[in-house]
């Protein structure tokens, strides 16, 4: 059984991207003693990027740097100060609730928190149907039917020893598959997963990224992967958007991004990954000093120039580095690969 909503009318062609987002802008207001405004929190600040049908995208970066405000935005669920989420050429904003409720009905979202994000006084097989009864499914029978499908697609077999069972009684790998059941059980065309799996053991965690990776594959879903941890996203993405402090500093190939990092920024977080080698472990990883900006009150210029080691007096501190192309489809936002600093950036990698 296949679910659809009908689309608004919209002329697009294969080539065009299914999500396209513009110059978005998420700032949230601060307000003195709850009353007056006392400035913006700049969560996400001028980020664009399209996203491709069947394309899986990695958002990375450490806490605080603007990845869940980005998420929450590109969901629907907060409107953005400036800038556009086009979703297959529709502004997902522009029709008010009717529109963002057709959208809705396209996304899958996969929380972190399997066991929080699942209503513990529902059973396995009410927690699914409520998306189908939401979508105007109201044959009790043909609801069942694609329950037990979507619970046999995400290898919870035979599903009828889980339909009555509640979130309490599942292991967290059960609970995150039906997480992820939910998810798509109404065919949405694009995945939005928000650290899947930081919440699980590690013997499940690699379990869980490719039964993500089958599905995916299987149903042409667009994914939008959320995740501070660059260990997890070679077994899930095609393009990796690093994001620091609102903005997004590189986008390139996976294979790209780990071997070949360009940005000091993802140079330091490839850096943090722990090592595997036992031999090594007793060696201090070389991470950049200080913390990263305040998004109220950010720095001047490139905002990681305070911490970068290769920082360029005069123009990293004052004016906002441009998307510099240094590969096929490798993007980098630093004063580095500009050509006028083309000294400086031999004495960086020479220095590194």
């Not at 996203?51 to 935005?73: D, P, Y």
């Not at 979202?109 to 994000?117: H, R």
């Not at 599903?159 to 009555?164: A, R």
């Not at 990224?209 to 501070?228: F, M, P, S």
Request: glycine fraction near 6%; hydrophobic fraction near 40%.
């Amino acid at each position: 059984m296949t679910l659809t909503a009908p689309a608004p009318t919209t002329t697009t062609t294969s080539e065009a991207p299914l999500l396209s987002v513009q110059n978005l802008r998420v700032w949230y207001e601060l307000r003195k003693w709850g009353f007056g405004l006392a400035g913006y929190v700049r969560a996400v600040d001028d980020v664009s990027f399209d996203l491709h049908q069947g394309e899986a995208i990695a958002i990375v970066g450490e806490s605080g740097c603007g990845k869940s405000s980005l998420m929450r935005a590109i969901l629907g669920l907060v409107r953005p100060r400036e800038g556009k989420i086009l979703f297959q050429g529709q502004d997902i904003f522009a029709k008010g609730r009717a529109g963002l409720r057709w959208y809705r009905m396209q996304v899958g979202y996969v929380q972190q928190d399997p066991y929080g994000a699942l209503p513990p006084f529902m059973s396995v097989q009410r927690i699914l149907e409520e998306p189908l009864i939401l979508a105007g499914v109201k044959d009790r029978k043909a609801r069942l039917e694609r329950v037990i499908q979507v619970l046999e697609e995400v290898k919870m077999s035979p599903p009828e020893d889980f339909l009555n069972k509640f979130p309490h009684m599942l292991s967290g790998g059960q609970q995150q598959r039906v997480v992820i059941a939910r998810a798509i059980i109404r065919d949405p065309k694009l995945l939005v997963a928000d650290e899947p799996v930081s919440m699980l053991d590690a013997s499940v965690r690699v379990e869980i990224l490719k039964l993500l990776r089958q599905i995916q594959e299987e149903h042409n879903l667009a994914v939008i992967y959320i995740t501070h941890d660059l260990s997890t996203v070679r077994y899930f993405s095609e393009r990796i958007f690093v994001m620091y402090a609102g903005k997004l500093v590189e986008k390139a190939p996976v294979r790209d991004i780990l071997n070949n990092p360009k940005h000091p920024y993802t140079q330091a977080l490839l850096e943090a990954i722990p090592e595997p080698d036992a031999a090594n472990a007793h060696k201090l990883r070389e991470v950049p000093p200080g913390e990263p900006p305040s998004l109220v009150r950010p720095p001047l210029g490139c905002r990681f120039h305070p911490r970068c080691p290769f920082a360029i007096q005069g123009t990293c501190d004052q004016d906002v580095p441009p998307e510099f192309e240094v590969g096929t489809d490798h993007l980098v936002a630093c004063w580095l690969y500009d050509e006028r600093y083309r000294e400086h950036l031999e004495r960086a990698m020479a220095s590194s």
